[in-house]
């Protein structure tokens, strides 16, 4: 048995992945009357149903989900399946009923980037750019949806180390927040920095609904 020499972490500061997690951004966009859709590729479909979901299942929420091709796949074609996806986003973003939240995942970058492949980065992230500009040029615009378009971690950001061998892990780079309104409001940034925990709240201020005060503050606000 090992002795530990450091004090122990509080229990308040542990996270424990398999633990299921009440009130977050799921149950607080329920109480509020929102419908949620997730919408992503089979590899990234958990991160946006049951991760997000606090490791609980969730009922009331409707998901799409776009086979994947296999990994062995993945560096001969870095734009694997978003052209999919693309058709199922505009298709969910061309229905106008009120009170919907889409959740999605575009997940190239974050797979192209652990092959370490400098060149097939660079094709995924242009498939990601084309997507993100229809969706927020075209799909969102001409039916009034909010966005807010982030990323967990960087992956294709930092492609090789000092010596020049490629690197296919996660990077610690910040990563971007861009928050988009098509409602009238303009966005004003109260912060020019956060992490994660930030997004939540900043998500509920786009969807101008009451932000719990167990949350981080918001990085937003509408006026």
């Not at 992230?125 to 966005?147: C, F, I, M, Y």
């Not at 994660?196 to 167990?214: I, M």
């Amino acid at each position: 048995m090992v002795e530990l020499k450091h004090e122990a972490v509080p229990l308040d500061d542990v996270f424990f992945p398999t633990q299921a997690i009440s009130g977050g951004l799921i149950d607080v966009l329920k109480r509020a009357g929102f419908r949620t859709v997730r919408l992503s590729e089979q590899c990234k479909f958990p991160h946006v149903t049951y991760f997000i979901n606090g490791m609980q299942g969730d009922d009331t929420s409707t998901g799409v989900e776009v086979p994947t091709i296999p990994d062995d796949e993945i560096l001969g074609n870095p734009a694997m399946s978003i052209s999919q996806l693309g058709a199922e986003l505009e298709r969910l973003m061309a229905d106008d009923t009120p009170g919907q939240v889409l959740i999605v995942n575009v997940p190239n970058l974050d797979q192209v980037g652990h092959q370490g492949n400098l060149d097939a980065a660079g094709k995924a992230g242009s498939a990601v750019d084309e997507l993100v500009r229809n969706a927020v040029g075209s799909w969102a615009k001409e039916h009034g949806w909010q966005l807010l378009i982030t990323a967990d971690h960087g992956n294709a950001d930092v492609m090789v180390d000092a010596q020049g061998r490629p690197i296919g892990s996660h990077s610690t780079s910040p990563v971007p927040m861009v928050a988009i309104s098509h409602n009238g409001k303009v966005v004003e940034w109260r912060r020019n920095s956060g992490d994660l925990s930030n997004v939540a709240a900043s998500l509920l201020t786009l969807l101008e609904a009451d932000c719990p005060d167990t949350m981080n503050e918001s990085l937003i606000a509408l006026n």
